[in-house]
């Protein structure tokens, strides 16, 4: 086997990154949700910080992509500083103080005595909720052998998993308290559920939370920018006509995911021990090591000298104004609406359907295995053979085939009897979708790009799909979900991406195979040594 070493720190560098930072089983991304449940933050809040997010990628990507463009000489530079400060965003979060206070995660309690338990000290509890010292509220269900009701507890727990004991909690209604007790006996053993804590003044004034929102949200940030302007060096180091050999190189960021989507989940379990608060320790080491090797690999790129675009503002708004550009566009941000569906909402989906069928037990081993056939099996053979895909059918065929596969993939979930069902689907529909359908986005926007334009093509390009396209999704799929159901959500999306496929296929036929744009036969690719015959190189 011949090894092209111009490629191999491309090919390293996918591998390092994806590795270090991959949504969604990679070492840190995947845990930052539940990392920040550990803290304590809602769902709620967590959800409308995801939501947000990507309307700032949409912004992010194209501005980071035109001064990439504009400072073409230092693109390598910028790009490395990029990764270090994105991998620093997470590993700070390591440094994040833990809030004091309880963890609920079990909302369940049994066999608990209701008459040994004692009401609060009304000033020690105004002061402890004052100060912010860990005492946190809420509403707990009791249902005894005599007695059903509700009342509002405090728990004052400093640290650990939440229990009903005389040293752990209190009643915050003394009268209330009173009433009860005449109505269940001493020796009866209740069952407890209880509500989540009441602790927003304290968490959302604290500088963990936010200090944690910051990070996350730059951090994530310069995850999908660093993602966008990744594919635009390597389609400058692929050179002209290098488009057909993107998924040959993009393929060893699934091989690095793969490698690690098992690693962190076991070695951040392995760590904690059975603790309730996790250790993410080996997680954020990970995105330390795998960093350093990959600002190594970058190190070695050698890009090649291509001439800076006079007016990159100018030829970029020229290429947008072009109507097969603007239908690209468009479609781009459908795919990512399905892309956003299916990552949002497949496992809450699945965790549906266990329920109804019986396999609750087994969702966990369930996701982990879909998630290994998506990445190991089907993006790694569809990112290997997009090149000759996309040789043998062209841009608009291959496009239209990844529609059709969206519809068959979420019309065939839809119609799964268990979740069982949904494994052998990801592993054969994950590769026609998100992976072909990935590398003809970016390498028909590398093809269309002006030359000195990459960058900022690519980062417009991202923008409608993974950031736009994303927004909408999860907005229109969460409303749909709510109102309709899952299967039904499913079905929805599938009739659209039907009509896409559609929309696209006559769309191409009748007039985009005629008006696509080629802005790339005026651009001068050159070598790295060429460099020295234009270049006056100070001595030392």
């Not at 270090?84 to 005595?113: I, K």
């Not at 760590?271 to 190594?296: E, N, R």
């Not at 003809?440 to 390009?461: E, K, L, N, R």
Request: with cysteine; proline share 4%; aromatic share 16%.
């Amino acid at each position: 086997m011949k090894i092209n070493y111009k490629q191999l720190p491309v090919k390293a560098h996918y591998f390092f990154f994806m590795a270090g930072k991959l949504y969604p089983m990679g070492p840190i991304l995947p845990f930052l949700p539940v990392y920040g449940k550990q803290l304590g933050v809602s769902p709620l809040i967590m959800g409308s910080i995801t939501a947000i997010l990507p309307i700032l990628f949409l912004i992010a990507k194209p501005a980071f992509g035109f001064v990439v463009d504009y400072f073409r000489a230092w693109r390598k530079l910028i790009f490395m500083a990029l990764l270090a400060v994105t991998s620093s965003c997470y590993v700070f979060m390591y440094f994040l103080p833990e809030l004091p206070g309880p963890l609920l995660p079990d909302h369940n309690f049994q066999n608990v005595t209701f008459a040994s338990l004692l009401s609060c000290n009304t000033d020690y509890h105004t002061s402890a909720m004052t100060s912010c010292s860990g005492m946190k509220n809420t509403t707990c269900h009791w249902i005894c052998e005599n007695a059903n009701f509700s009342t509002r507890m405090s728990f004052y727990t400093a640290k650990g998993e939440a229990s009903i004991s005389p040293d752990t909690i209190c009643f915050l209604n003394i009268n209330e308290t009173l009433v009860h007790r005449e109505n269940v006996s001493n020796n009866t053993n209740c069952n407890v559920t209880c509500d989540n804590f009441d602790d927003n003044h304290c968490l959302y004034t604290s500088v963990t939370f936010w200090g944690f929102v910051l990070l996350m949200s730059l951090g994530n940030i310069g995850f999908n920018v660093s993602n966008c302007i990744s594919d635009a060096i390597c389609f400058d180091v692929l050179g002209e006509s290098g488009q057909m050999s993107y998924g040959r190189q993009r393929v060893w960021g699934t091989i690095g995911f793969g490698i690690t989507a098992f690693l962190a989940g076991y070695t951040v379990d392995l760590w904690s021990q059975g603790a309730i608060y996790k250790s993410y320790t080996p997680a954020f080491l990970l995105v330390l090591v795998f960093t350093c090797f990959d600002l190594v690999c970058c190190r070695k790129l050698e890009l090649p000298l291509m001439s800076r675009s006079t007016s990159i503002v100018e030829n970029v708004w020229a290429l947008l104004k072009l109507k097969p550009i603007v239908i690209f566009l468009c479609f781009a941000t459908l795919a990512g609406i399905f892309d956003s569906f299916i990552i949002y909402f497949l496992f809450w989906y699945l965790e549906d359907l266990a329920m109804a069928t019986g396999y609750i037990g087994e969702i966990k081993l369930i996701e982990g295995l879909i998630v290994a056939a998506e990445t190991l099996g089907g993006e790694i053979i569809f990112f290997s053979l997009s090149g000759k895909i996309l040789k043998k059918f062209g841009y608009g065929y291959t496009f239209t085939f990844c529609f059709a596969c969206y519809a068959l993939r979420l019309g065939l979930i839809s119609l799964a009897p268990t979740p069982w069902w949904v494994l052998p689907i990801e592993f054969f529909m994950q590769g026609p979708t998100y992976a072909l359908c990935y590398t003809t986005i970016v390498a028909y926007a590398s093809a269309v790009s002006p030359p000195g334009t990459s960058a900022t093509v690519q980062g417009i390009v991202a923008g409608m799909d993974d950031g736009f396209g994303f927004a909408v999704g999860s907005l229109i799929g969460g409303l749909l979900y709510k109102k309709v159901g899952g299967a039904i959500t499913l079905r929805i999306f599938s009739i659209l991406a039907t009509f896409s496929a559609l929309m696209y296929l006559i769309l191409h036929i009748s007039y985009l195979k005629y008006k696509t744009p080629d802005t790339r036969n005026n651009v001068e690719w050159r070598k790295p040594e060429d460099a020295q015959k234009q270049c006056v190189v100070a001595e030392t």
